[in-house]
């Protein structure tokens, strides 16, 4: 089945969708980024590739399935391990153009999912989408949500235009910066969005609020170069010793039943396997300038403070 329509058509309306399927089913659903953050004036308006909708982890499976029943699939993901935990599926129509990716979290807020969404939700506003009022974050909310998603990626244009938006509008008194903060705070997104809360008039220091390991998490996540072989290679040296020969076999195994049954040659196995490992260079030296810039970025907020 071919989709007829537009992109620009799809997203409002499927959103709309996702808000009606939660409002019948009395689950509680957030619509985030998207149209809605233009309506809140916090980007510039531009047809969106998907919809983001962040579900109460409680209710995720029953969002999912009433979803599964309107024909929508899940897309196949890779089966690599993830050093950052899985915050969301995304599902697909053949009808439909675009996506709706499920969130059960955020990435980027540390807090438990359930702790967040609490947080979120009695802070809900509506917009109309498609002409259906759709329960979305309030605008300081939204506004970090937008932070944070762009902070995954700092260096990219499009980030760095939405992050010096962000800095003009989200904030318009010292209400709202208060607010910014005890935000931030409860969502344990301090540390994540410390890059663009320094850029904001009035803010002191911002006490770190992760672990080590959760830091490395986002560290990585924010590295440019996260291939699949990087995962796999993560999953190796930071697993327990007892793990890592079952990683080795499972990593390895596509590679070697393919060459046994003869569907690659050994020439394109050892290319695929030079490849896996040039993934691997670049994205531990990706990693490293993020955390290069984390250090670069603290140290430009400590001496802004004395």
């Known amino acids: 089945m071919t989709p ?7 997203v409002p309306l499927a959103s709309a969708l996702a808000a009606e399927i939660a409002r019948t089913e009395g689950i509680r659903l957030l619509c985030i980024k998207g149209p809605s953050a233009a309506i809140l004036g916090l980007r510039e308006p531009r047809v969106s590739s998907d919809v983001d909708v962040l579900v109460d982890p409680a209710q995720w499976d029953a969002f999912v399935d009433q979803l599964v029943r309107r024909g929508w699939k899940a897309r196949v993901e890779s089966d690599a391990p993830r050093f950052f935990p899985r915050h969301s599926q995304t599902y697909s129509h053949p009808a439909w153009p675009c996506d709706i990716d499920v969130h059960h979290q955020y990435p980027g807020f540390f ?3 359930g ?3 609490a947080v979120l939700w009695p802070r809900r506003t509506s917009v109309a989408l498609a002409g259906v009022d759709v329960e979305v974050p309030d605008r300081i909310a939204s506004g970090l949500i937008l932070a944070v998603h762009a902070l995954r990626d700092p260096e990219a244009p499009r980030s760095i235009s939405e992050l010096a938006l962000l800095e003009t509008r989200l904030v318009n008194d010292s209400g709202d910066m208060q607010d910014v903060l005890q935000l ?7 540390s994540t969005l410390r ?3 320094r850029r904001l ?16 998490a986002w560290l990585l996540l924010t590295a440019n170069e996260r291939t699949t072989a990087f ?8 697993g327990p010793w ?3 020969p079952r990683i080795l076999v499972k990593a390895f195994r596509p590679i070697v039943t393919a060459l046994v049954r003869g569907e690659v040659s050994w020439t394109e196995t050892v290319r695929s396997l030079r490849l896996h490992a040039r993934g691997i260079r670049r994205s531990r030296a990706a990693f490293r300038r993020s955390r290069a810039r984390r250090w670069t970025e603290d140290e430009q907020g400590r001496r802004r403070s004395r």
Request: no cysteine; glycine share 4%.
């Open 4 to 10: 007829t329509l537009l992109l620009a058509e799809a």
């Open 115 to 117: 702790e967040a969404f």
């Open 242 to 244: 007892a793990r890592r």
């Open 184 to 190: 931030a705070e409860r969502l344990r997104a301090r």
């Open 195 to 197: 890059p663009f809360l």
């Open 201 to 216: 008039p009035g803010i002191g220091p911002l006490p770190e609020d992760l672990t080590s390991h959760e830091l490395e």
């Open 231 to 238: 995962h796999w290679w993560v999953a190796l040296t930071k």
């Open 111 to 113: 807090a438990a999912p």
